[in-house]
């Protein structure tokens, strides 16, 4: 069974950055991995994925341009670079596989003050 491990989030003022970083154990990661968000009172949201063995990389468009997500293949990690942090920014977050197959893990907060 795999379990996901999220870290990295914080407080942040508007315009700062966070790295988040997503461990995984149990199994290799999947083809793809993703990032995702739940703002409180919100859905969760995709916010970003990774194709594994290429790279391709695509970006849910609030994010793009400030967001960067990567993995390293050797360590079996995946990130998260967040730049130009918004308020709007504000939630848990988590990764899984893309599309989500896995359970979820604890997330990790991020809260961006303005």
């Known amino acids: 069974q795999v379990q996901l491990v999220e870290s990295g989030g914080g407080l942040v003022q508007a315009g700062g950055s966070l790295r988040l970083s997503c461990a995984a154990s149990?199994?290799?990661?999947?083809?793809?991995m993703g990032w995702f968000r739940q703002a409180p009172g919100k859905e969760r949201e995709f916010v970003a994925s990774?194709?594994?063995?290429?790279?391709?990389?695509n970006y849910v468009d609030s994010v793009k341009g400030r967001f960067t997500i990567s993995r390293d293949y050797v360590k079996d990690m995946v990130y998260l670079e967040m730049n130009s942090l918004k308020p709007e920014d504000t939630a848990v977050y988590y990764c899984?596989?893309?599309?989500?197959?896995?359970?979820w893990g604890q997330g990790t907060q991020v809260t961006v003050s303005s």
């Open positions: 149990g199994r290799t990661f999947s083809s793809a």
């Open positions: 990774i194709a594994w063995n290429i790279g391709s990389t």
């Open positions: 899984n596989s893309h599309p989500p197959r896995h359970s």
